[in-house]
């Protein structure tokens, strides 16, 4: 399962009664919309998915966030965004993920044409891959998801809009089982399923690397971190997990990029290495900011 492991990001809840993947709207208010209701994000914040149940996951109905996910095509008159639509709609065998490549050229030509302040990116062929254990595409798949990173961070760097004011926060949903014969699965009785990542690139970030600390670190608490990034505080229907502390040494005035080992908050949102990355891209921060202090301490 996905859905309760995104659901704990974007909400910063873990609901112990999303447990499955099945396609409901979610009761539990997210990030995304939060800012959207912000005056500084107002009508600026989008979402783009491979996986067709992120619409149900961002209650797009309640939410009126703009979500394009799976192989929904793009209400656009625009050249750029028809050529995209056609190579999509030939696609024969169009399953619940759409090709993650689609998807990213989706999300950047939105950014180049309308220049979102929030954006959450979720590839998932990574997944694909690993389910069906195939292992060799599986790394393929997550070096082409890296390229995409590259080349998205490279236009926003050359983008006045963006350019030193953004950071990329990328993570991902849940695991995968840490013994070889396990390694293409993910659930709460799979070992190592529960252990996943988080890396951060801009503003503020000192590229130090892999973190270790003795500091448990909870999917949960990373909606409110984002929100704390922004000054902001994160409120919504439901509990909402405290912001993790970035370390003093992983913050300075460069752009860089430093990496934390996290965990799910329970066994019943435990899913199963990199499932799908999830990009949000939080932009017009920092402006005059000299680093990220989020407000809160981790509540470990």
């Known amino acids: 399962m996905s859905y309760p492991g995104y659901n704990e990001i974007l909400t910063g ?9 099945k ?3 979610n009761k539990n208010e997210n ?6 209701k912000q005056p500084t ?13 992120f619409p149900y996951i961002l209650n797009e109905e309640r939410s009126n966030i703009p979500v394009n996910s799976g192989y ?13 639509n056609k190579v999509q709609d030939s696609v024969n065998m169009k399953a619940d993920t759409r090709y993650d490549l689609l998807t990213f050229l989706h999300a950047k030509e939105h950014i180049q ?41 490279y236009y926003v760097q050359t983008d006045p809009f963006y350019k030193n004011n953004t950071i990329f926060i990328i993570t991902t949903d849940h695991g995968r089982g840490s013994r070889p014969s396990k390694w293409h ?16 690139i801009g503003p503020g970030i000192k590229a130090i690397g892999e973190m270790k600390s003795n500091t448990q670190i909870y999917q949960k608490q990373i909606a409110a971190t ?30 860089n990029i430093a990496a934390l080992g996290i965990s799910f908050d329970s066994l019943l949102t435990t899913e199963g290495i990199m499932l799908m990355i999830i990009i949000f891209l939080v932009t017009k921060l920092f402006k005059k900011k000299k680093g990220l202090k989020p407000q809160q301490n981790i509540n470990a």
Do not use: C
């Open 13 to 21: 809840y873990a609901d112990p009664f999303v447990i499955t993947n």
């Open 23 to 25: 396609p409901n709207q």
């Open 31 to 36: 990030l995304l919309e939060f800012l959207n």
């Open 41 to 53: 994000y107002q009508n600026s914040v989008v979402a783009f998915s491979s996986w067709n149940i």
């Open 72 to 84: 929904e095509l793009t209400k656009e008159e625009d050249p750029v965004f028809e050529i995209i």
């Open 113 to 153: 044409k309308y220049h979102p302040k929030v954006m959450m990116l979720g590839l998932g062929e990574t997944d694909e891959f690993g389910h069906r254990g195939e292992y060799d595409n599986y790394l393929q798949q997550a070096n082409n998801v890296d390229k995409i990173i590259a080349e998205l961070w």
């Open 185 to 200: 699965s993910h659930s709460m009785l799979v070992k190592g399923a529960s252990e996943t990542w988080l890396a951060m």
């Open 226 to 255: 984002v929100a704390a990034m922004v000054g902001e505080n994160f409120e919504a229907n439901h509990p909402i997990a405290t912001a993790f502390k970035i370390p003093d040494h992983a913050q300075e005035q460069q752009m």
